[in-house]
């Protein structure tokens, strides 16, 4: 498995490839900037959460049910796009729950925004490379 390192220069990798295309193709500013706030986003929320049973510190506790429901590099963390969906989701399962216990505990009505789509394809483009680093990785090993 490649290291957290290698992961993050090919996040900046992508990052800087999305700006350098979005210059050249003449994209709208806000839409590169959502794509590259996704693919930076996975330097935190990537597939490799999969393991978070096995981590400590703050962001592991959250995803300490999903890193033991999901095997690490299983399709459903690892695969593209369809990995990217389950963690959202799953913050947004826990975005639901704080949102319900803060209205039913404190009258808190919180407001729930769904994500930006070009959010999401950001962290779906970067989760892709991540997943291409994986599996040259092992086929490297082999
Ligand atoms: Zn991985």
Not at 97 to 126: C, E, I, R, T
Request: with cysteine; charged share 15%; hydrophobic share 55%.
């Amino acid at each position: 498995m490649p290291d957290g390192k290698t992961h993050a220069i090919g996040t900046g990798m992508i990052a800087s490839g999305t700006v350098a295309a979005g210059l050249y193709f003449m994209l709208p500013a806000d839409v590169v900037g959502m794509i590259v706030i996704g693919e930076l986003a996975t330097l935190i929320i990537n597939p490799d959460l999969d393991q978070a049973e096995a981590r400590k510190g703050c962001l592991a506790a959250l995803f300490w049910p999903y890193g033991k429901l999901i095997p690490h590099r299983s399709w459903l963390s690892h695969f593209p796009v369809v990995g990217t969906f389950i963690r959202v989701g799953y913050i947004y399962g826990l975005w639901f729950l704080a949102a319900y216990l803060a209205k039913v505990h404190f009258g808190v009505l919180v407001n729930v925004q769904m994500l930006s789509f070009w959010l999401f394809a950001g962290m779906a483009l970067s989760d892709t490379f991540h997943a291409v680093l994986d599996v040259a990785d092992s086929r490297l090993k082999t």
